[in-house]
């Protein structure tokens, strides 16, 4: 993981970022898709969840136009889903969803690697924690995913929910990791290149895209040094 002077918190209520849309986000243009984030929760509690109480810290979707996130599950919520972290896929209109999961004790404070894989040739969705492989699930037959207008956002997915705590080193690529690589992106931080289209450090005041042209915006920034 980089490590430079300053970085940016996510208060929980409504720091985030917005990447323009483009096709390159979309698992239905690229065919497989995979995003990979270092995240540290700042509580286990987050004040502004949705649904069963879930945090979206990091998708592309908004109602009509569902594609994919990332959820982490707050205490307390009414699916003893405790520390649950998910990556999911979901048809257009949003209510069903398939994801793959780990469900470990999180310590506040704590840096995590969280990886997520969608791959529309065998239809299934894989989450890895830390470069490794956790939970596989397919989607064939229950979601159909299509490419939307929603852009991806990092600590929230659709402003209904916001995570609190630090999120760095963003990345996606337009093709599936191998296990491997992503082993080695824990272990070594040796990056593959072949097909990363963006990549966010998000250890100073912009978000740019170091891969490639997808700059976003940061809304409501704390920086910490």
């Known amino acids: 993981m980089t490590t430079e002077n300053s970085y ?27 995003v990979s984030a270092w995240i540290k929760p700042e509580t286990l509690t987050f004040p502004h969840t949705e649904g069963s109480g879930y945090v979206h810290w990091l998708g592309k979707g908004e109602t009509g136009q569902q594609e994919w996130t990332f959820r982490i599950y707050s205490q307390g919520n009414t699916e003893n889903r405790e520390n649950r972290i998910s990556f999911y896929v979901f048809n257009p209109e949003g209510g ?6 780990f ?37 064939t037959g229950k979601i159909t995913p299509e490419a939307g207008n ?15 705590g630090e999120i760095r080193e963003v990345r996606v690529w337009n093709r599936l990791l ?16 072949n097909g990363l289209i963006a990549e966010y450090l998000l250890t100073q005041d912009i978000a740019p895209d170091s891969a490639g042209s997808h700059n976003g915006i940061i809304y409501f920034p704390t920086w910490i040094s």
Do not use: M
């Not at 940016?8 to 995979?34: C, H, K, M, R, W």
């Not at 969280?114 to 830390?130: E, F, H, L, R, W």
């Not at 491997?180 to 593959?192: F, G, K, M, V, W």
């Open 103 to 139: 469900q470990d004790t999180v310590q506040v404070g704590e840096w995590i690697q969280v990886t997520g894989v969608a791959d529309n040739q065998s239809q299934q969705t894989t989450i890895y924690k830390d470069g490794i492989k956790r939970h596989s699930d397919v989607y």
């Open 96 to 101: 069903l969803g398939v994801g793959s999961y």
């Open 150 to 164: 929603a852009p991806p956002r990092i600590g929230t997915r659709d402003l209904n929910s916001f995570f609190q």
């Open 8 to 34: 940016l918190y996510f208060d929980g209520a409504q720091t985030y970022i917005e990447i323009p849309n483009d096709p390159d986000f979309s698992v239905t243009t690229t065919g497989q898709l995979t």
């Open 178 to 193: 191998t296990d491997s690589e992503i082993a080695d992106l824990y272990n070594t931080n040796n990056i593959p290149t």
